[in-house]
């Protein structure tokens, strides 16, 4: 009937999934929990804490807000970097003195051209590879972002927690446990990930050539679930971008196509709250669905993409859910994807709510970053 999955000493109980559903026609009818929106005051004081507190509740657990004292040192500076164009700092960010694990190991590139008393936007992000790989990753252009005039921060998503079943035994959740006044299980991965990202924030804020409010954080994949998580609490980051999402992340979850949540519950239960397994059999009993979570980004701007050839993600129910957020940006006067058609490959669409769809595979490219850096410009070029 189900199986169990041991990860430690956590107990997971997961129904056996059903496979994927990967045709449009046989998508069954679904209903989406519906916004009962007043005005922006209501919105803001009690709608947005209250739907905030249903995702923490019911997908991925808490994002502690428990301050703990961190320390920064700076291990390494080249005032030469990327051939010349960028100042590279590597920042390590202690979480807990005496114990080097409990750390982050970050790299921030600024651009060097800055005027003197500029600063300037930053990307803020998690790359699946250590520091020395994500140097040359095609998925970091980094030389091109840095020559538009954008930072980036970026660090290995593994050093706040291994992305394994028992990765919590060795990661954040256990060592601050204590300090941060949470239990391993009221959190997740994720959680756990966005609570870093936030970390990050904390430190740039210290940083005078980095704008502090233009703060873009970006993820691709289950980094794009943790930014979109991350953003959703944390309102320092004044821009959102959610690179191939998917389930838990940018896609509605009662739609039935692609990944769903018995799927992501049953291979990566770690990432989510123990609540939301029992949603695997039941989407229609979830008082939540994604599209809930992008409204929570509101009214800042918000890029949601996807790709042809990554059907698992569901672009068509990406597409969806970036619509179904349009009425908590009109609250605040904004227009936001303001289209109900999906957009031919390479057509990006949208206004504050940005979307587009590219051929290709699963992956995050230089097409991608062109695109969420043409939207942040665009959003930024008043400030900047
Ligand atoms: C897949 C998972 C997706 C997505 C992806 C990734 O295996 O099913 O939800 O997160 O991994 O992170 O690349």
């Known amino acids: 009937l189900g199986c169990f999955l041991l990860a430690g000493s956590e107990v997971y109980q997961i129904a056996t999934p059903p496979a994927a559903n990967l045709d449009e026609s046989k998508v069954p009818s679904y209903e989406e929990p519906k916004l009962d929106l007043t005005n922006k005051k209501d919105w803001k004081t009690t709608q947005r804490p209250a739907i905030l507190q249903l995702f923490a509740k019911n997908v991925y657990g808490r994002v502690p807000e428990q301050k703990i004292p961190v320390t920064y040192e700076t291990t390494a500076t080249d005032r030469n970097a990327l051939g010349g164009i960028a100042i590279k700092k590597e920042v390590t960010l202690h979480f807990l003195p005496g114990d080097t694990a409990a750390s982050l190991h970050m790299m921030l590139y600024l651009p060097k051209n800055a005027k003197a008393r500029a600063s300037v936007p930053v990307f803020v992000g998690y790359s699946f590879t250590p520091n020395a790989v994500t140097d040359t990753s095609a998925q970091w252009p980094l030389k091109e972002i840095?020559?538009?005039?954008?930072?980036?921060?970026?660090?290995?998503?593994?050093?706040?927690?291994?992305?394994?079943?028992?990765?919590?035994?060795?990661?954040?959740?256990?060592?601050?446990?204590?300090?941060?006044?949470?239990?391993?299980?009221?959190?997740s991965a994720l959680s756990a990930w966005a609570w870093g990202l936030s970390r990050m924030a904390d430190y740039l804020k210290t940083e005078e050539k980095v704008n502090p409010l233009q703060l873009i954080v970006i993820g691709h994949s289950r980094l794009g679930k943790a930014a979109l998580w991350a953003g959703a609490n944390d309102q320092r980051f004044t821009m959102v971008v959610s690179n191939e999402s998917g389930e838990g992340g940018a896609a509605l979850g009662k739609r039935d196509y692609g990944e769903t949540i018995a799927i992501i519950n049953d291979k990566f239960p770690w990432w989510f709250s123990p609540n939301y397994k029992q949603y695997g059999s039941n989407p229609a009993a979830m008082p939540?669905?994604?599209?809930?979570?992008?409204?929570?980004?509101?009214?800042?701007?918000?890029?949601?993409?996807?790709?042809?050839?990554?059907?698992?993600?569901?672009?068509?129910?990406?597409?969806?859910?970036?619509?179904?957020?349009?009425?908590?940006?009109?609250?605040?006067?904004?227009?936001?994807?303001?289209?109900?058609?999906?957009?031919?490959?390479?057509?990006?669409?949208?206004?504050?709510?940005?979307?587009?769809?590219?051929?290709?595979?699963?992956?995050?490219?230089?097409?991608?970053?062109?695109?969420?850096?043409?939207?942040?410009?665009?959003?930024?070029?008043?400030?900047?």
Do not use: C
């Not at 998503?157 to 601050?176: K, V």
């Not at 957009?343 to 587009?356: D, N, Q, S």
């Open 146 to 187: 840095v020559k538009r005039g954008y930072g980036v921060a970026v660090a290995w998503y593994w050093d706040i927690e291994p992305d394994r079943a028992n990765g919590w035994q060795t990661g954040i959740r256990t060592r601050l446990a204590d300090k941060l006044k949470i239990q391993p299980r009221e959190w």
């Open 288 to 384: 939540t669905d994604q599209y809930m979570l992008l409204s929570l980004i509101a009214p800042r701007p918000l890029y949601v993409a996807s790709a042809i050839g990554d059907q698992w993600s569901d672009p068509k129910g990406e597409f969806l859910s970036a619509g179904l957020a349009d009425p908590v940006y009109h609250l605040f006067n904004k227009k936001g994807l303001e289209t109900a058609s999906m957009p031919a490959l390479e057509h990006p669409v949208g206004e504050t709510i940005r979307y587009h769809i590219r051929t290709g595979k699963h992956d995050l490219t230089r097409y991608d970053w062109q695109q969420y850096m043409d939207f942040a410009d665009r959003q930024f070029k008043a400030k900047k």
